[in-house]
């Protein structure tokens, strides 16, 4: 549920000041009469992993302290404060100079200890927050920033595929069902079916970045906070904000706010729809790449040999690629699996539900930018292509096509070419050097033209039509995408 621009009542409150935790034990240690064990703290951390975030862990506790600051909990001096001691953690973060320490368990923990170390302010900082909805915060900033580079990525990809597609043209290859020789197509329209599939990909990371534009901050740990703060500020400042209205959006329930991992299953499933459009492209590639195709030369750069074999130039680069997206299908399932049957709200599970998103992100990230580069410098062999395109029996259709112009029902037509077909493997003839005869005995309809019908021209010509191959439709499909992508 979102909630945008509605009326807050901003209320003062002289704030409540957290009690300064004891150094032996965790934030949480105050009922406890002896800390976790090392084991305990060793199988529990998760800054290895969730470190990753700590930029947007610091945007959201610099925001949280400008709205604790507005609402009259902490003073704006203090707010100042803890705003400058966070830029300069950031830094020592980016510096590669700042330790974690996985004692503290996770980078919220971190930051805030090594924050309270040069800003004693910063023991004020947690006030009418829990890890459970910063950590939520801190994902969703994530996800709005991971989607968006994803995206670049795929356009980057896109314009190179493109580029491809417009220097291979006049570039004819066979197109295949069931891996069988079917009909005629240009390179270039293989590869704009590429670029569609990588289209629907950009728009399903548009819309897990729009789902992922709420706030969550500001509903604690499942029940909010007494204290007066005011969660459409922080949403603001945090860029959560309509795109249309610029007003701030909000999570409408606190218990779904900090069990919500649904950005996290839509993510990890674009991702994995994402890896599994590049290993069908890869496997096109690679089929190609073969001795028994040879369609097309792949870059040195992105090929390898064998440390047997020494005339071997393998395409590791395609079938690394066509592997990732069985890592990635494995990601989402651990998300799903993850989420399976938890009661609301938090669980400790839930922690082990960023190492399968941060994972698919960079491995979406590597192919796209490998796929791109290999798409750069790869080349068709236009005398191979000309030599498997020059089969007859992919106008075999056409062949249909004519016979039903010349008032024959397509049925009738399909079993009359499928009988010229027989008889040409039966001749050991191809199909288009048939006798007038064998072919009018077929069909009585048929005229001494009928042997055009088997002019590669003829049928792009014949193939005008929206969404086909014809020459001039490939054309337009090429400005069109080059306009949409320079948008």
């Known amino acids: 549920m979102k909630k945008a621009g509605m009326k807050k009542i901003r209320q003062k409150s002289s704030g409540a000041v957290a009690a300064k935790p004891k150094k032996e034990q965790a934030s949480w240690g105050g009922r406890f009469s002896?800390?976790?064990?090392?084991?305990?703290?060793?199988?529990?951390?998760?800054?290895?992993f969730d470190s990753a975030?700590?930029?947007?862990?610091?945007?959201?506790?610099?925001?949280?302290?400008?709205?604790?600051?507005?609402?009259?909990?902490?003073?704006?001096?203090?707010?100042?404060?803890i705003s400058k001691g966070l830029d300069a953690i950031l830094k020592r973060i980016q510096d590669g100079e700042f330790k974690w320490k996985t004692e503290l368990e996770d980078v919220h923990m971190n930051i805030e200890q090594a924050l309270t170390e040069i800003v004693p302010e910063a023991a004020k900082l947690h006030t009418a927050?829990?890890?459970?909805?910063?950590?939520?915060?801190?994902?969703?900033?994530?996800?709005?920033?991971?989607?968006?580079d994803v995206i670049s990525a795929i356009k980057k990809l896109m314009r190179a595929l493109v580029d491809l597609a417009d220097s291979n043209k006049g570039v004819y290859i066979p197109g295949y069902t069931h891996m069988q020789r079917a009909q005629p197509v240009s390179a270039a329209h293989h590869m704009l079916a590429w670029v569609e599939m990588l289209a629907r990909d950009a728009e399903r990371f548009e819309f897990v970045r729009d789902g992922a534009n709420v706030c969550p901050l500001g509903s604690g740990a499942i029940a909010g906070t007494t204290l007066p703060i005011d969660r459409f500020e922080t949403a603001r400042l945090l860029g959560f904000v309509d795109e249309a209205s610029s007003d701030p959006i909000v999570t409408g329930n606190s218990m779904d706010a900090v069990a919500d991992r649904d950005t996290f299953m839509e993510f990890c499933f674009a991702c994995s729809v994402l890896g599994i459009h590049l290993s069908r492209m890869c496997e096109d590639v690679i089929i190609w790449n073969t001795s028994e195709f040879a369609f097309v030369r792949l870059p040195d750069a992105f090929t390898t040999g064998s440390s047997l074999m020494p005339q071997k130039k393998n395409?590791?680069?395609f079938e690394l690629m066509r592997g990732k997206s069985a890592r990635l299908i494995g990601n989402l399932n651990?998300?799903?699996?993850?989420?399976?049957?938890?009661?609301?709200?938090?669980?400790r599970d839930?922690?082990?539900?960023?190492?399968?998103?941060?994972?698919?992100?960079?491995?979406?990230?590597i192919c796209l930018e490998v796929f791109a580069q290999c798409a750069c410098d790869m080349s068709f062999n236009r005398a191979k292509c000309a030599e498997a395109v020059a089969d007859p029996l992919l106008l075999a259709t056409d062949l249909a096509d004519y016979f039903v112009m010349r008032g024959v029902p397509f049925r009738e037509a399909h079993h009359m070419v499928g009988r010229l077909v027989a008889l040409s493997e039966k001749k050991s003839t191809p199909i288009n050097k048939l006798e007038d005869d064998d072919?009018?005995?077929?069909?009585?309809?048929?005229?001494?033209?009928?042997?055009?019908?088997f002019s590669l021209d003829r049928a792009f010509a014949m193939r005008e039509k929206v969404g086909m191959p014809g020459p001039r439709q490939t054309k337009s499909q090429i400005r069109l995408w080059r306009d949409l992508l320079d948008s």
């Open 334 to 347: 651990t998300i799903l699996a993850l989420c399976k049957g938890l009661p609301l709200t938090y669980n």
């Open 315 to 317: 395409p590791d680069s």
């Open 439 to 453: 072919v009018f005995q077929v069909c009585p309809k048929a005229g001494k033209d009928w042997r055009d019908v």
């Open 34 to 48: 002896f800390p976790p064990s090392e084991l305990m703290l060793k199988f529990g951390e998760s800054v290895s």
């Open 53 to 81: 975030i700590a930029k947007f862990d610091i945007a959201g506790s610099k925001a949280h302290a400008q709205m604790l600051a507005k609402c009259g909990i902490i003073t704006k001096e203090e707010a100042g404060k």
């Open 350 to 365: 839930l922690q082990e539900d960023k190492p399968a998103a941060f994972d698919s992100f960079g491995q979406v990230c």
């Open 129 to 148: 927050r829990s890890r459970n909805d910063q950590v939520a915060t801190d994902m969703r900033l994530f996800f709005k920033s991971a989607c968006s």
